[in-house]
């Protein structure tokens, strides 16, 4: 295609500027708005008022006054997300990795048949069973309590896939027969040698889970009625009502607030996280 | 696996019963009590012993021929799925075209994943209100920067006009979601074999050739997967819309989930009506699931075929001399 060396390297040059000026727009588009929204968070609402700015203002504390002033209680909803995404992450991830591993690691008459059954149900949505859910619960007088909200954590099909392609690679069952021969229950074989090979699997999928749980609006929102039993997004909601109507300066804190510990966790994790999308998409 | 007479068969029920409960009871048990109360005349706060309707699919033939809301709802999904799902899968593979290829080299590609991969991992309801903070009318910070570059005069009213709104929501899904397929698809080009990249090299192909006659094509399931994936998501999709302006102005961005959502939940209680959406939206998604899975067995049944026919030749050729052939 290129007639010499000379513009093909000239060619070279310009794609990768171009490229690099498209990345650079792409993550500023990505920075942007959460960083206004931290800006803005600092800013009173008169000064949000007359302008944008880049620049934190001197109104923090002021705004964080009128935002804790009404019905926001982050600290409520910041402990109530993390006892329902805390527990659920640990159920997910313990059946899930004990489904795997008896799948992987017997040979039982059903196996085929429960993997088959696990690959059709991954993709059911949990908002078509949501009403019979909801009835469910309201008989059992479990509205307004977090166990439907983490029982369910149990079965996690899309987990449980991901565990057993994980184990069908790393697995080798010498080890499961080294350990009979020591005498090891299997239970005990799974908790105390098994799992501790899995970290890495259960690591990602526990990031996963977690924000998954975290960031679930719409089982909460159906659940509970009770503001102290709200969890973050659902006091995020709070945030669009009337009673915020003027006051941007607090809206954008409660948002800061709300997404700040995202934040903090995303860029602890962030090696681990990408590395496990690319994981997740490939399925291997 | 019988070893020394002990049958351990039985611990593969076991290890899998926790899970199978659990599906039964908070998963299987709804669905089916969902699709139940789809045919019966369940209304109002107080739960009532179910009945079914003379006509049991008259819900779901009111939905479908009768309710213009739901219909609208229905369409809006697709609608806001589409806009948003072309460009972002569009841009994903043009990413992954660029951080793929060799020749151009491209330096930071970790950073670059993490910054644009970032909104996905923010609460999609803090996401919808900052944006519907961000275009505020008169004054709001988008309003500010059109002014400050001079594209406008007076300020836009983007949350009052159907065509910005639902151009909104379907942004905010895109730069929620295209980071996510970007990293995924170039997994996906990570996993192919190397040695097509060399020959294509070897032959002369240009980036362009490569990129459609190569990567494109071993990419198929990983695309079918991303896109089967994205439909069941803008299917069910709800935080995004519904804390962005509550299906607003005009219903134009209510999605069937958020239809779902106001008739049980938001003080009308006609949950057969609900439950007669959501057995709908479930048969989309059903269809949709059973042509992923399709794609996966398939390719199972296929490398096991491969291994087999492999397994046979070589027992074969062991028979016949030790000629073996690679094809």
Known sequence: ?284 | MRRKGVNYSKFGYIFTLPFVLAFLIFSLYPILYTAAIGFTDMQGLIPKPIHILDDPFKNFKDLLFDNVSFRKSLLNTGLLWIVNFVPQILLALLLTAWFTNKRLNIKGQGAFKVLLYMPNIITASTIAILFGTLFAYPMGPINSLIQLLGWSDAPINFLQDKTTARGIVAFIQFWMWYGNTMIILIAGVMGINPALFESAAIDGASGFQTFFRITLPSLRTILLFTLITSMIGGLTMFDIPQLFLLGGPDESTMTTSMFIYGQAFKGSYLYNRAAAASMIMFVIAGILSAVVFYLMRDRDAERLKKAEKKLRKSARSNKEGGMTHHG
């Open chain 1, 1 to 284: 295609m290129d007639n010499s060396p000379k513009s093909g390297a000239v060619n070279l040059k310009i794609s990768r500027t171009i490229i690099y000026i498209v990345c650079i727009l792409l993550a500023l588009l990505s920075i942007l708005p959460f960083w206004i929204m931290f800006v803005n968070a600092t800013r009173s609402t008169a000064e949000i008022q007359s302008g944008l700015s880049l620049l934190p203002s001197s109104h923090f504390m002021s705004n964080l006054q009128v935002l804790l002033e009404k019905s926001f209680d982050p600290i409520r909803g910041f402990l109530n997300s993390f006892i329902i995404s805390g527990s659920a992450t640990i159920l997910t991830v313990y059946f899930s990795s004990l489904a795997a591993y008896g799948l992987v690691t017997y040979d039982w008459k059903l196996r085929k048949p429960f993997f088959t059954f696990i690959l059709c149900v991954m993709l059911i949505p949990s908002q078509a069973s949501a009403i019979g859910f909801y009835q469910f619960m309201y008989k059992l007088h479990w509205t307004n309590n977090f166990l439907p909200l983490i029982l369910p954590a149990i079965a996690a099909p899309a987990v449980v896939f991901f565990m057993r392609q994980y184990l069908l690679a790393t697995l080798s069952i010498e080890i499961v027969e080294a350990a009979r021969v020591d005498g090891s229950g299997e239970f005990k074989t799974f908790n105390r040698i098994i799992l501790p090979l899995m970290i890495p699997a259960v690591a990602t999928q526990a990031i996963f889970a977690f924000v998954a749980n975290w960031n679930n609006l719409f089982m909460p929102l159906i659940l509970l009625t009770q503001k102290e039993k709200y969890t973050m997004p659902i006091m995020v909601s709070l945030l669009r009502g009337d009673i915020y109507k003027t006051e941007f300066g607090s809206i954008y804190m409660g948002l800061a607030l709300t997404a700040l510990p995202l934040f903090v966790v995303y860029f602890l994790l962030s090696r681990y996280i990408i590395a496990g999308v690319a994981l997740g998409g490939v399925k291997e």
